[in-house]
């Protein structure tokens, strides 16, 4: 029985199936007990002879042997049974979840037939969930566990995060490395399966006086980057050099100071207003 699962913590049963194994466990447990209680018996009755001088030591040492064989196979039965869960009855053996969480699909009907490998819940810890981030081969490599990372919501929160891990390789055919993001708990409104804004920030390419922009704000003019700052009689259009881009938005390396106030989502009217001479460009 094989289960989707995203991380290993506890057991727990989430559900019992009715298994020929479950007998065959049930039965074996049964005959290592009987065969324990056999031998014992045996030892006994030689102890009891021996201390009378009736039987040598050697069928003495013979028949305690033969018990603690019977009793390590009785402890492997017992063992056996505790772990498939096996019920008092010996008619079912329970389903175990890894983990501690709730079941979000059941794809498995009450009543029908289970083979091997059947996926029969999904189970989902709402505290260990991961995000994973499709990164282009071009900042692959600048990615490293440790860095700094958000995860940006639909309704506009940001959940600060942690880059796990990164593949060594890329996905043959999407062409990406996957970085992996840890969270800090439970976040509401989280799914499993939803689609998701990751920022990273490369640590090894921190700049502490660099400026990040939205994406959107940089606009390319005759072959160079721009941004259009407001100045008292309207924008500029001024030439800036760009650095990393990550998550919608874009590393400013130099030609903008912090603080400066820019045109964003309305960049690409200016442009196009440049281009007819109403706004300038330095």
């Known amino acids: 029985m094989r289960f989707t699962l995203r991380q290993l913590e506890v057991f727990l049963a989430v559900a019992r199936s ?5 007998a065959g466990l049930a039965s074996q ?31 003495l040492e013979s028949a305690q042997a033969n018990l603690a064989v019977a009793q390590s196979e009785l402890a492997r039965a017992v063992a056996a049974a505790s772990a498939a869960g096996v019920s008092r009855d010996g008619r079912s053996i329970a389903v175990i979840s890894p983990i ?24 989902i810890n709402p505290n260990g ?33 942690r880059v796990r891990s990164v593949t060594p390789a890329l996905d043959p055919q999407s ?18 399966g939803a689609f998701l804004q990751a920022r990273l920030k490369p640590s090894a390419e921190a700049i502490s006086d660099a400026v990040a922009v939205p994406e959107v704000a940089v606009q390319s003019i ?13 924008f500029v259009a001024t030439l800036v050099q760009t650095g990393t881009r990550s998550g ?24 196009a207003e440049l281009g007819k001479g109403s706004v300038e460009e330095e």
């Open 18 to 22: 009715e298994s020929g194994e479950a």
């Open 29 to 59: 447990g049964s005959a290592a007990r009987a065969r324990v209680n056999e031998l014992s018996a045996a030892y006994q009755r030689e102890k009891r002879l021996f201390d009378q001088n009736v039987t040598a030591r050697q069928d």
């Open 100 to 123: 501690a969480g709730r079941i979000t699909q059941a794809p498995i009907v009450l009543g029908s037939y289970v083979a091997a490998g059947d996926e029969l819940y999904h189970v």
């Open 129 to 161: 969930l991961q995000v994973e981030v499709a990164l282009p081969s071009a900042d692959a490599a600048r990615i490293r566990p440790g860095d700094e990372a958000s995860i940006v919501m639909s309704d506009g929160r940001e959940i600060g995060s």
């Open 175 to 192: 062409r990406s490395a996957t970085a992996v993001l840890s969270l800090p708990g439970a976040v509401p409104g989280l799914q499993p």
């Open 222 to 234: 005759d072959g160079t980057d721009h941004v259009f700052v407001r100045t008292g009689s309207g």
């Open 248 to 271: 919608g938005m874009v590393t400013i390396l130099s030609g903008l100071q912090p603080g400066t106030v820019i045109a964003t989502s309305n960049a690409f009217l200016l442009k």
